[in-house]
């Protein structure tokens, strides 16, 4: 009996180390987010143009934005480092060679052909010596049919890239860009992207020592318009979030609050990436 009431009183200690342990260490994390939400409130936040003018249902918009980063040709910083990190799995999987983003050229809106005497013009266009990727990205519709055409639009387009003259005979890597990966049902042969996997690819440039902090705060810049244009308006999200976690604190770390707290930030891990990217090289 007495070794039984000691095992109960030694499992009763046990538990009582873990909660405490639980708990310093969530109010070291809800310390550690109002650090973290302070410091982006004093410093500021990377500008998302587009998303700011309001204008995120415009594809057109972000398209010809994307492109811009993508071209080596344009002075954003990145020579092709940006179109390589972006596209890169699609192109080693297809067999292009290892050094395929180098001297390509890319295009937006770029008319594809007339199918059935429907005009099609593809979102972007990156153009190599023998392979072409095409990109159709959607920002908040899927597919659009014509009813001109009995063809779905993704299809119209595989039928306009077979029938022009410049994509012939290239190897021929079409992309589906949206902002949940949205797969198309009747057209398989386009490989689904989110926004949320293109984004990931291009955080880590924003660490890389090679490039200048103009070029740095440029992709910043489009990385947040990416991630908080396509989706939602999140302009206010820091304050709400510091906001939520002071008042957590306030109330002496209401366990439960807390936890629902740290847990709807891991959604927007992305958006403190970044925002932090290339802090360390300033």
């Known amino acids: 009996m007495g070794i039984m009431a000691y095992d109960i009183k030694e499992i009763e200690c046990t538990i009582d180390r873990i909660s405490k342990e639980v708990n310093q260490e969530m109010k070291c994390q809800i310390d550690l987010l109002i650090n973290r939400l302070k410091d982006i409130s004093c410093h500021g936040l990377p500008t998302p143009v587009l998303s700011v003018c309001g204008h995120g249902s415009h594809e057109v918009r972000y398209t010809k934005y994307l492109t811009y980063y993508l071209n080596h040709r344009y002075l954003h910083g990145f020579n092709d480092r940006v179109l390589k990190a972006a596209f890169n799995q699609e192109a080693l999987k297809a067999g292009l060679a290892e050094?395929?983003?180098?001297?390509?050229?890319?295009?937006?809106e770029y008319p594809l052909g007339i199918v059935q005497g429907v005009q099609s013009y593809l979102d972007i266009l990156i153009k190599g010596h023998d392979f072409a990727i095409c990109i159709e990205q959607k920002i908040f519709s899927g597919e659009s049919n014509n009813n001109e055409t009995e063809f779905s639009q993704l299809n119209r387009y595989a039928k306009a890239i077979e029938q022009n003259e410049s994509l012939k005979d290239v190897e021929v890597v079409k992309i589906y860009l949206t902002?949940?990966?949205?797969?198309?049902?009747?057209?398989?042969?386009?490989?689904?992207?989110?926004?949320?996997?293109?984004?990931?690819?291009?955080?880590?440039?924003?660490?890389?020592?090679?490039?200048?902090?103009?070029?740095?705060?440029?992709?910043?810049?489009?990385?947040?318009?990416?991630?908080?244009?396509?989706?939602?308006?999140?302009?206010?999200?820091?304050?709400?979030?510091?906001?939520?976690?002071?008042?957590?604190?306030?109330?002496?770390?209401?366990?439960?609050?807390?936890?629902?707290?740290?847990?709807?930030?891991?959604?927007?891990?992305?958006?403190?990436?970044?925002?932090?990217?290339?802090?360390?090289?300033?």
Not at 99 to 108: G, I, T
Not at 197 to 209: G, V, Y
């Open 179 to 282: 902002p949940t990966k949205k797969a198309s049902g009747s057209s398989p042969d386009w490989v689904s992207l989110s926004h949320k996997e293109l984004t990931e690819r291009l955080i880590p440039l924003l660490n890389e020592k090679d490039y200048s902090q103009t070029a740095i705060e440029n992709l910043r810049r489009l990385l947040m318009d990416l991630s908080m244009g396509p989706y939602k308006n999140k302009a206010n999200l820091f304050l709400d979030l510091l906001s939520r976690a002071c008042e957590i604190r306030e109330h002496d770390y209401f366990i439960p609050r807390a936890t629902a707290l740290l847990k709807s930030v891991e959604e927007y891990n992305r958006l403190f990436d970044i925002v932090r990217g290339g802090r360390e090289n300033e």
């Open 99 to 108: 050094n395929w983003s180098e001297e390509c050229e890319v295009f937006a």
